[in-house]
Nanobody, 125 residues
Framework: QTQLVESGGGLVQPGGSLKLSCTAS????????IGWFRQAPGKEREGVVC???????SYAESVQGRFTISRDNAKNTVYLQMNSLKLEDTAVYYC???????????????????WGKGTLVTVSS
């Protein structure tokens, strides 16, 4: 059974940093595309960042230069380092996996095969 478990969320002040983790069981992270998505209160879920099987990454414009995704194949874990956090980064953050046919295909919300339960990030002063 494939499971994704997020951790690392919490309360942080504006300008602060957090590092989220997404650990998988039942699937090898290096063989799937992994995306971080987020859903703020009253808003639709949006894609934040994606790391493809070929390790190419893509970021939403709103987090470009502040967030960094990385993958540790030995630990079967993907990380999301979030710096310079803003109030508008407050959301539940989800990681999701997609078994892509090709190594360069990315993370499309409706095509993700597995989802974690999410971790709450609150940015507040």
């Amino acid at each position: 059974q494939t499971q994704l478990v997020e951790s690392g969320g919490g309360l942080v002040q504006p300008g602060g940093s957090l590092k989220l983790s997404c650990t998988a069981s039942g699937i090898a992270m290096q063989n799937v595309a992994i995306g971080w998505f987020r859903q703020a209160p009253g808003k639709e879920r949006e894609g934040v960042v994606c790391i493809r099987r070929n390790s190419i990454t893509s970021y939403a414009e709103s987090v470009q230069g502040r967030f960094t995704i990385s993958r540790d194949n030995a630990k079967n874990t993907v990380y999301l380092q979030m710096n310079s956090l803003k109030l508008e980064d407050t959301a539940v953050y989800y990681c999701a996996a997609r078994q892509t046919p090709g190594p360069g295909q990315g993370c499309i919300d409706r095509d993700m095969n597995y989802w974690g339960k999410g971790t709450l990030v609150t940015v507040s002063s």
